[in-house]
């Protein structure tokens, strides 16, 4: 017993998307396919720690805002 309940046994990359894609796509494409399983579910956007804060604001506006 341990370990995230949500990662499998070969880690968190099992869900990555395609990095040519923008993180408003990787992650509709994400819930679309975790909608098949839990129809009534909702969804909230996590960045990862130490991923996301070193580019100048107007870019960092442009990745996050499509999420709120």
């Given amino acids: 017993m341990g370990g995230c309940t949500f990662c ?3 880690g ?3 869900y990555a998307g ?3 894609d923008t993180l408003i796509q990787q992650y509709d494409e994400g819930f679309a396919m975790m909608a ?3 129809p009534q579910a909702k969804g909230i956007a996590y960045f990862q720690a130490y ?3 070193y580019a100048p604001l107007s870019q960092l506006k442009k990745i996050y805002d499509p999420f709120f």
């Fill in 51 to 53: 991923t996301n804060t």
């Fill in 12 to 14: 968190s990359g099992d």
């Fill in 18 to 20: 395609n990095r040519k």
């Fill in 8 to 10: 499998s046994t070969a």
């Fill in 36 to 38: 098949k399983k839990w």
